[in-house]
């Protein structure tokens, strides 16, 4: 169980680095003061690593809803399957 805690733990920070870094919708990742700008939208991607619905396809239609229904943004179906496959790859 501590593993398994310390595991959801790393790839949470891990996640949320990319989602500040290569993400970043809004484009705030130039200031430190919003380096946490994201970090609500990860234990989401972190959780579908541990319940098996971690797929590129998952990845990018949540990052998509973020950004149109929570965001009220256009979506960039482009920028979040790159992000989905870093994730992917490096997970």
Known sequence: M?????D???RLKYVEQ????DWDPIGV????????EYDSYAPRIVSMWFDGSFTEETIVEYLLDVETKRMGLSGDEENARKVAKKLIDTM
Do not use: C, P, R, V
Not at 18 to 21: A, G, H, K, P, Y
Not at 29 to 36: I, K, L, S, T
């Open 2 to 6: 501590l593993d398994d805690k310390k």
């Open 29 to 36: 990742n130039m200031g430190f003061e919003a380096f946490d």
């Open 8 to 10: 959801y733990k790393q």
């Open 18 to 21: 990319i989602l500040f870094n």
